[in-house]
């Protein structure tokens, strides 16, 4: 229904925002390469590292590229394109958080651009034909079945990703399939930064707000009329939702939270849909679902819907 495929949608988006979250939180325990020092952060900062990172990894990805089929080898193919990943990945969520936290709206605009440049970059990458013929071209020769079971299942799952980008179809179609992933990946940025840059709040009385810590209600901000000013940021929905003794206080608050940003990102998530299907249907997919769950456990909407329907009975 069009009701599931927005809430497909709407995982999407805010998946991306918890990706974002999990990588630097774990860069305090990373390489100083991979640390967030947070009080450097500006919009130059910002420009300079989303420059270097493409400049980086378009020389690995050319490299790879320029590769004769008879040169291919483990090291210099499969290899240097995992610990790429590995390496731009991690940087670009250094560029990538400030636009869901910084509390400088123009360090968050800078930092939005920045995505935008990498996921059209990124796109651009994962469309390389001479790249991924690279991968295949090595997985055709003797060698491959030398490799360790995870190696192996890493040379599969990059021909895998590369067809699921359209590269074994013909270059008009891989050309429509790139255009409406460059698309999609535009809108999902765009509902991320409508979501930070909402500053909307809650009124609640002191008598609302009954199981919150006193340092914290006492932190808000307050109305004219003496009332409490809960905002929509994870700082201040996250406890209050979980500590508001009241059912109607948190009612409130939820109803609120899920409503945030609802015309503008209402129509992006339509969009979404619609360029799902179209995306689906260019792969040769059945609808997106199939598309989705092939990486899955499931593997098939079948799977999921006799699961579901088992828990049922």
Known sequence: SDHAHMLTSIRFVLSKQALAFTRVRTMASLHPLFQ??????????????????????????????????????????IKVLADNKRFHDTRRAIVDFPHHV????????????????????????????????????????????DLTIEARRLVDRMIVLGKRNGLHLPSEK?????????????????????????????????????????????????????????????????????????????????AAFLSRCKEPNTKILEELVVLRSQLSELLGYKNHASYITELRMSKTPETVRKFLADRKS
């Not at 990498?118 to 491959?144: I, P, T």
């Not at 409406?180 to 009124?203: G, P, Y």
């Not at 810590?213 to 003496?226: C, H, I, N, Y």
Request: charge should be negative; glycine fraction near 2%.
């Open 36 to 77: 967030l020092h947070w009080e450097s952060v500006t919009k130059e900062s910002i420009a300079s590292e989303t420059a270097d990172l493409v400049q980086k990894s378009k020389r690995v990805f050319d490299a790879v590229g320029r590769l004769n089929p008879t040169e291919v080898t483990f090291d210099n193919t």
């Open 102 to 145: 910084h509390p400088d709206k123009e360090i968050r605009n800078a930092s939005t651009e920045a995505d935008k440049v990498l996921s059209e970059f990124d796109v651009e990458m994962s469309m390389r034909q001479d790249v991924f013929n690279a991968v295949v071209a090595f997985k055709e020769k003797g060698s491959f079945e």
């Open 174 to 254: 891989q050309e429509k399939v790139k255009e409406i992933k460059k698309r999609m990946s535009d809108l999902s940025i765009n509902f991320s930064k409508n979501l930070a840059d909402e500053n909307s709040v809650v009124e609640f009385t002191q008598d609302d707000l009954v199981g919150l810590p006193e340092d914290f209600v006492q932190s808000l901000d307050k109305t004219d009329e003496g009332k409490f000013c809960v905002s929509l940021k994870y700082p201040h929905y996250f406890p209050a939702m979980k500590k508001a003794r009241y059912p109607r206080t948190r009612q409130l608050l939820e």
